[in-house]
């Protein structure tokens, strides 16, 4: 227990003594009291001198703590400094160039299939057979009713003929000849007729060879041979027999947000290039497995509106795929331009703080005192993150340790360059030379 609790509890207990017995000796309760304020009074001038004496013994010992206290070293540099192109990244997916659902114009049964699933064909390659022989003979039959009509015109057009110089002489009417001239006519129709007969039926005759109508790479068949296929001019109505892409070259489609698309806008009017300039810009993809986007399209289409559910504009990026690698169907990351060259600041991510609602680092000054500053955060660039807002090129900046920074402490500042490295971060150079955090034992 502290002295100062046993002094007030010895001082009520002398009071009570003072109040209850002072009657008993002959003296009156007032009195009681005044003696009891005279104590209260020397009491309260001992608690504060006691109270005095302590804090001044104190004080040389807190000084004396204080100053045995060291400031701590802190590693700081000054922010990397270079030229750099900021980079948007986008997800997109592949689509070919020309897709082809392989239909029967026909119907009939099928009796030969002549690929194997999954080859490359040319166009005009065979790629199917219905049996041929119903229109073999709807074909014979139109050409029949062609010869007849034939035969028909050529007999009316000898009566004409001969009727002639008996209209003449008048042994025939007027009327008896015309009847002749428009059984010509009739037959000449019928002959037109016949002729349009036997081409639909040559054409429906074709219709069984199936042929290959672009150049590319084949699905498997949908049907074997002697099943029946129906044909019309609908997908409802004709059977699909397989289907047909084009895969060199090959399309990639991403959507970018309308933030995006006016700043590319943006970027082409103050390059001189128009609002639509970004179209045949270069573009960079990575597949899932890949990094350091390896692959170069160029864009060539961007939507003419942007899609009102979504708020983004449609893009499209076209790549030669000779060795076929990419397939319709797959997922890419596509990277664009997002701003023209400029100098930068960089520094490491572990020396920038936060506090959930902003970030930001420690700046050592003259007087060896961090002052924290708020900054704006850009997109990483070969290691180092880009600073926006908030740093100038001679600012020294505490590049770890920062948790151990106190208000208004004084740190040992270790100063040490900074320095971005120009090797290729495709072949695994290290991005920056930032010096080694120190090891706690």
Known sequence: ???????????????????????????????????????????????????????????????????????????????????????DEFTGRFDAVESVDVRARVSGYLTEVNFKDGQ?????????????????????????????????????????????????????????????????????ALVKIGDARVKAAELELSFTRITAPIAGRISRTYVTPGNFVSGGGSESASTLLTTLVKQDPIYIYFDISENDALKYQRMSQSQGKGAQGIVGATVGLELPDEEGFPHTAKLDFLENRLDQGTGTLRARAVIANPDRFFSP?????????????????????????????????????????????????????????VIRKGLQPEDWVILRGEQRVRPGMKINPR?????????????GGAPANIPPAPVRR
């Open 1 to 87: 227990m502290r002295p100062s609790y046993l002094i007030l509890i010895v001082l009520l207990a002398v009071a009570a003594a003072v109040v209850a017995y002072g009657p008993v000796r002959g003296r009156t309760v007032g009195a009681g009291i005044d003696d009891l304020r005279t104590q209260v009074e020397t009491a309260n001038k001992s608690l504060q001198d006691y109270f005095a004496g302590s804090s001044s013994a104190a004080a040389p010992a807190q000084k004396s703590a204080a100053a045995g206290q060291k400031a701590p070293t802190l590693t700081v540099a000054q922010p990397a400094s270079r030229k750099i192109i900021e980079w």
């Open 329 to 385: 169907g797959m997922f890419a990351r596509v990277r664009v331009q997002g701003s023209p060259e400029y100098t930068a600041l960089l520094l490491p991510d572990e020396a920038i703080g936060t506090d959930q609602a902003n970030r930001f680092v420690y700046v050592v000054g003259d007087d060896d005192i961090p002052v924290r500053r708020t900054v704006e955060l850009g997109p990483m660039d070969n290691g180092l993150r």
């Open 415 to 427: 100063r040490t360059p900074l320095t971005v490295s120009n090797a290729d971060p495709k072949a």
């Open 120 to 188: 490359e064909v040319k166009a005009g390659d065979l790629l199917f057979t219905i049996d041929p022989r119903p229109f073999e003979r709807a074909l014979d039959q139109a050409t029949a009713q062609l010869n007849q009509a034939k035969v028909s015109v050529n007999n009316a057009k000898l009566d004409v003929d001969r009727g002639l110089p008996l209209l003449k002489r008048e042994h025939i009417s007027k009327k008896a000849f015309d009847d002749r001239e428009n059984l010509l006519r009739d037959a000449e």
